[in-house]
């Protein structure tokens, strides 16, 4: 057999995902355990999200995708001790983080695979510990709507979230990039602004991307082309039922990606 031919068969196919089919299959019966042992809050661990952070494929999901679990922030402290326990005892390898008004699920055991995956971007106590960190050191990876985050912070919830490095750093570049275009003073007329707003929304057509471009062009002379590309060329990913925010430069790699991850849920589904 030739020697290429050895390397290829040796290839992980799933190195850069935050799960396995094996992973998918024992964490996800966790919350099918769960259901069982809590048949009377059963209709918590419902829904699209949910089966997705099941399975790791998205590591961590929280706010608008997971309405049918905020109840929980209306519980007594002793209910919420007695749900949790008997949460902890079915799903080990699962976390159910409050926080303020909010909560969240997240899959210790993909986050931790995250984590292992991309060393340099966590701090090295992470690896050691990795679930102790995600619990005890919430503010370093989570990005909350009350505070401004850096970008670092930005890119380790986006892999916490699901999403490959590569497009989690074009996306902070992204989003650096959209703060100075949107703190032009150049850039105040209405129909730019409006255009702006297509922009973050990822609502711009082509010939609006063009006049955007030329725009771009005048009133930041400080971006270079590359950098006005980024901005103009982003586009909406959708995948796994969901608008994919933390994607959208690179469609070849975008759709190879999300291919994958729903070939576990078929997997798993099947």
């Known amino acids: 057999m030739?020697?290429?031919?050895?390397?290829?068969?040796?290839?992980?196919?799933?190195k850069d995902l935050p799960t396995t089919p094996v992973m998918a299959k024992e964490t996800h019966g966790q919350l099918a355990a769960v259901r069982q042992a809590l048949p009377q809050y059963a209709h918590f661990f419902?829904?699209?999200?949910?089966?997705?952070?099941?399975?790791?494929?998205?590591?961590?999901?929280?706010?608008?995708t997971l309405?049918?679990?905020?109840?929980?922030?209306?519980?007594?402290?002793?209910?919420?001790?007695v749900f949790n326990a008997v949460f902890k005892q079915h799903a080990p390898d699962f976390e159910i983080i409050r926080y303020?008004?909010?909560?969240?699920?997240?899959?210790?055991r993909a986050a931790e695979r995250v984590i292992l995956q991309n060393p340099a971007t966590f701090p090295k106590v992470a690896a050691?510990?990795?679930?102790?960190?995600?619990?005890?050191?919430?503010?370093?990876?989570?990005?909350?709507g009350d505070r401004d985050q850096d970008s670092t912070v930005e890119i380790r919830y986006g892999l916490i979230s699901g999403f490959p490095k590569w497009s989690v750093e074009g996306f902070s570049r992204y989003q650096r990039l959209l703060k100075i275009v949107v703190a032009s003073p150049n850039f105040q007329d209405?129909?730019?602004?409006?255009?702006?707003?297509?922009l973050q929304a990822g609502d711009l057509t082509q010939s609006?991307?063009?006049?955007?471009?030329?725009?771009?062009?005048?009133?930041?002379?400080?971006?270079s082309s590359e950098?006005?590309?980024?901005?103009?060329?982003?586009?909406?990913?959708?995948?796994?039922?969901?608008?994919?925010?933390?994607?959208?430069?690179?469609?070849?790699?975008?759709?190879?990606?999300?291919?994958?991850?729903?070939?576990?849920?078929?997997?798993?589904?099947?």
């Open 2 to 14: 030739a020697e290429n031919t050895v390397e290829r068969l040796h290839i992980d196919p799933y």
């Open 46 to 64: 419902n829904g699209d999200a949910i089966e997705h952070c099941g399975m790791g494929l998205l590591p961590e999901v929280g706010g608008t």
């Open 67 to 81: 309405l049918a679990l905020q109840p929980v922030l209306g519980f007594t402290p002793n209910e919420w001790s």
């Open 100 to 108: 303020g008004k909010r909560v969240l699920l997240l899959n210790l």
């Open 128 to 144: 050691q510990n990795p679930r102790q960190w995600l619990i005890g050191n919430f503010n370093e990876w989570h990005i909350s």
């Open 190 to 198: 209405m129909q730019e602004r409006e255009l702006l707003q297509k």
């Open 208 to 223: 609006e991307n063009i006049a955007l471009l030329l725009r771009l062009n005048l009133v930041t002379p400080s971006l």
């Open 227 to 270: 950098e006005r590309n980024l901005l103009i060329k982003k586009h909406d990913v959708r995948g796994l039922k969901d608008s994919l925010r933390y994607m959208g430069f690179d469609r070849n790699k975008d759709e190879n990606y999300i291919q994958r991850l729903q070939q576990i849920a078929t997997l798993i589904n099947s």
